[in-house]
């Protein structure tokens, strides 16, 4: 019993056709809310956790403890104008914050989170090929920073959108090798291992334990994808004033703000579900989705003390470490997980 | 030339110590303090706001004579006091006041001293404290 079938028993009255669209549709709202919550959240842990490392207090004058300050902080977006160049490429331009954000609600869509409670499984895709849609969904983020980037008609956002294509370029590759090591080593244990709940829930023990270098490689890659501190290349605000996001004011920024950190939360989901055997665990039909989340926000808290306490990485450097080190790193843990696959697990 | 031994680095061991000291500070108490609710803790010999005993003041002016940059001048306040008769009294700019304390020390009668007392911000235009002024705390000045 899914989330889904849940909400359709509950219009049954309305008809076939009209209960399903009305679950539909609801599991969306539910779902976007779910969302826009955690990314709210996220915000609100992240510039507290980031003044305690600092020995600062954070906010804490909007309501108890500053939890309403990021509410004040979005509706101050909201109403703020939205200042926009003169020589844009006006329908890239509007269209890029969009588009960055769809895909991080996509991303969202696919990745599964496992059981709670009576309300039994929240996963919402249900796809024989889901980790291969997930990946194309996270694809489209970086098409909506180039275009932003581009559409801009600005030399900072040029450079910043040239820099986010160098990082994508590199990094992408051995993320996939790493993910279809991962297939590899589950086809052993079960017929659709490209079904991302399959691939976790046929996890007997954590994949991060039996390729611990396909798990370094994923979890940088997944720093990059997000591309906060070490590897923000295409933002660096102390050279390039804000890279891609340089023009864009409003709400239109904070959808990009919004994508930043969203997928921080989602690559976390992301690297707790794949290496780390995201919501398997003790009754894990009841708590799946709690195990996913407490997994998920450890890594969080780990991936903001990796942006705290790190300088950025040069260009080249970085295009070097994606090319000579990670993707090296990705064939021998795609080797190993062959000599896994064929030796010991099958 | 001369050859300079690198040591030998292990990779990710540097971030990883990095890592580790920005973690340990999760554990420390924060420096700010939030002013107005929470006082910073203050020196035992800090002072600040000039205070005047009224009935110990002789009117010498000596106060006035030493102040290196005329904050005190003396005014006529009218008041029955047998030792001084001239009625003169110090009245201080806090404007100007650089807090030497050359007043304090010079005075004969231990009239006019310092205190811990800083928080002098107000909404009025000067920082003139009258001779009754300088007698009261800060909180019945403002009333």
Redesign the interface.
Known sequence: MNILLRLQLFFQITGHYASYFLAYIFETIFFLIFVVISLIAMIYIFRK?M???????GP?RVGKFGLLQLIADALKLVGKESIIPKLRDDFAYKAAPYIVFIGLVVGFVIIPYGSFYWIGSLTITHSNVSLILFFGAIAMMPIGEVLAGISSHNKYAVIGAFRGIAKDVSFEVPMMISAVSLVMMDSALSRTSLNFETLVSTQFIPFGILQPLGLFVFMVAMIARSSYTPFDLSESDSEIVSGYSTEYSGMRFGLFYMGMFGSIFLGSLVVSLLYLGGFNGPYSSYAGFIYLLIKGLILVLISF??W???PRIRVDRFINFGWKILLPISIINLIWAGFLTLGVIS | MIEVKEPKRIPLIGSLQGMYTVFKHLFKKPITVQYPEEKAYTPARFKFRIFLSMDDCVGCTLCEQVCPNLSIRMIVVERNNPHNKRNLYPQVNFGTCTVCRNCEEICPTEAIYLTHELETARTKNNFFYSPEELEKTESEVKK
Do not use: D, G, H, P
């Open positions: 956790y003044a305690r490392l600092q020995l600062r207090i804490n003390l990796i705290l306490s790190m």
